[in-house]
């Protein structure tokens, strides 16, 4: 096996690209660049912990344990890819020394830059009608994806930190990014696939301008392919299958201010339901 190629920096700050638990360094490599991603350097061991116990515990996931994530980001990776999704390549021939880049702490990507969904379907300069074209593109994507890990029982295909944020849209098709955390359960993935539905429909809801949200909706409910899996995904966020879960969002809803908002879950899975009932 030949010598793995050594990226050498004495500081990676000046080559900070982004901060948000973890740390991404945008650094030269190749003639072009590369994105040192060190997971969840800027939180202690015991923070680490206490999240892990919490997330592993209470909410069926993986841990927040920073190998943890590597190890199941790069499981993600290797299953997405296998199932024909495109995702970030990784450089696993080139090893990094740096102060704070631990070994087994961190994954050297390539660097791919382009709109996030989110971002293309607000963006004005784009016509209306090559946004929504791309988003019924996406849909049929998106459910493909639902389609098999439901099939193969398989929870690395349900994208637990699924938002317009973390899909780049190019000319040619979608690239999905950020698989840190899965949950465990291969029995619950129909239920897991629901979750995701409502996060991604109600996270480019609300970031979307408002003249455009009732077309995203109604778009939504004419491109996805399966409407029963809509309805059910509505019905188990509003009246969830779990009696503890159930309880708690009714309290939720009843208590905080923010959950009465038009651009809140419960408001945007109710507004997908009506629709699907007319």
């Not at 990676?12 to 660049?33: A, E, I, M, Q, T």
């Not at 993600?76 to 390549?89: I, M, N, Q, S, T």
């Not at 080139?94 to 963006?123: H, I, M, Q, S, W």
């Not at 491109?223 to 509505?234: E, G, T």
Request: a positive charge; aromatic letters at 12%.
């Amino acid at each position: 096996m030949p010598p793995l190629e050594c990226l050498r920096f004495e500081d990676l700050s000046p080559y900070l690209l982004l901060r948000n638990g973890n740390y991404l360094y945008k650094v030269p490599f190749r003639d072009d660049f590369a994105v040192v991603k060190v997971y969840f350097g800027s939180r202690g061991g015991f923070a680490n912990l206490v999240k892990s116990a919490e997330n592993v515990l209470l909410a069926g996931q993986t841990s927040y344990m920073p190998r943890t994530r590597r190890r199941i980001e790069r499981e993600c990776l290797d299953v997405w890819r296998r199932h024909g999704f495109r995702v970030y390549e990784t450089y696993d021939d080139v090893r990094v020394e740096a102060p704070g880049c631990p070994d087994d702490g961190y994954t050297v990507f390539e660097y791919r830059d382009g709109p996030k969904l989110n971002a293309y379907l607000a963006d004005a300069q784009v016509p209306e009608s090559e946004r929504f074209d791309t988003y019924r593109r996406f849909l049929l994507e998106w459910s493909r994806r639902h389609e098999l890990a439901i099939a193969e029982r398989e929870p690395r295909l349900v994208h637990e930190n699924g938002d317009g944020k973390h899909v780049l849209v190019f000319d040619d098709g979608f690239h999905w990014f950020d698989f840190e955390m899965i949950w465990r359960s291969a029995a619950r993935v129909e239920e897991q696939v629901w979750h995701e539905i409502v996060q991604y429909v109600w996270n480019i809801h609300k970031s979307i301008p408002e003249s455009l949200r009732g077309r995203l909706l109604d778009e939504t409910v004419t491109s996805y392919p399966d409407l029963a899996r809509l309805r059910a995904a509505c019905l188990s966020f509003l009246e969830h299958p779990r009696l503890g879960w159930r309880m708690a969002r009714r309290l939720d809803r009843t208590l905080r201010a923010r959950a009465r908002k038009p651009t809140s879950k419960y408001n945007v899975a109710q507004q997908l339901l009506d629709r699907l009932a007319s």
